[in-house]
């Protein structure tokens, strides 16, 4: 079974917006990363953020991390219509840190 | 995608044939992952890769086989080829889950 599930499923926003995605996992974790997946490509890592670390940001994304929930949240401000793309969560397992397992991802479209 | 290449792109074969895809990477990274991408289902984790000859089942290994004879290569076999192992397949490189992966552009394959 999967250790991340996204949410929401889909998201439809206007250009210059904020999005934000949820990501909820199960088990303890090291740490938990996003993905950004355009259409028909390969995913590419946004970025990783520790478990001992409650914040993290990088150009227009903010990441939080809260593992008593054992929640994450993804916020992309000032979105772009070149941010249209599913989004995923990969969390490594605390017995088995050198494999992640991924959610189901978030679709995002940004509508120009 | 740099660093990464997957062979074939895409490749149509009939139920009941073996099929060997190939994931080549030039970084020297220790970890290989071969996932599958399906609606609905993100990516669930094949098998995977920590070393030279040293490799482990991930959550969807019924039915695949690997091989890393080399560090820069990591192959994934279909023994016997079934309509439902039609899928996107990406192969993924790291030095270990403490850093992102990198992906390859993927592998469409059509199991008729």
């Known amino acids: 079974s999967q250790q991340g599930e996204e949410d929401p499923q889909a998201l439809s926003i206007q250009e210059g917006e904020n999005a934000t995605m949820n990501c909820s996992y199960k088990?303890?974790?090291?740490?938990l990363q996003w993905y950004r997946q355009n259409s028909g490509r390969g995913l590419v890592h946004l970025i990783l953020?520790?478990?001992?670390?409650r914040e993290k940001h990088s150009g227009r994304l903010r990441v939080t991390l809260d593992t008593s929930k054992k929640s994450s949240s993804l916020l992309i401000t000032a979105s772009r219509a070149a941010d249209t793309a599913s989004y995923f969560c990969a969390t490594d397992a605390r017995d088995s840190s050198y494999k992640l397992i991924f959610g189901s991802g978030t679709r995002l479209l940004v509508r120009p | 995608d740099a660093g990464i290449t997957q062979s074939p792109r895409h490749k149509v074969t009939e139920t009941g044939t073996p099929v060997t895809l190939r994931c080549h990477q030039t970084e020297n990274h220790r970890y290989m992952y071969w996932y599958r991408q399906d609606p609905g289902h993100g990516l669930r984790l094949i098998h995977y890769s920590y070393g030279v000859k040293d490799t482990d089942k991930g959550e969807v290994s019924d039915g695949y086989s690997v091989s890393r004879s080399k560090t820069e290569d990591f192959l994934l076999t279909l023994e016997s080829a079934t309509s439902s192992q039609t899928s996107v397949y990406f192969c993924?490189?790291?030095?270990?889950?403490?850093?992102?992966?990198?992906f390859g552009s993927g592998t469409r394959l059509t199991v008729v």
């Open positions: 993924a490189i790291s030095e270990s889950s403490s850093y992102g992966y990198t």
């Open positions: 088990t303890s974790i090291n740490n």
């Open positions: 953020i520790r478990s001992n670390e």
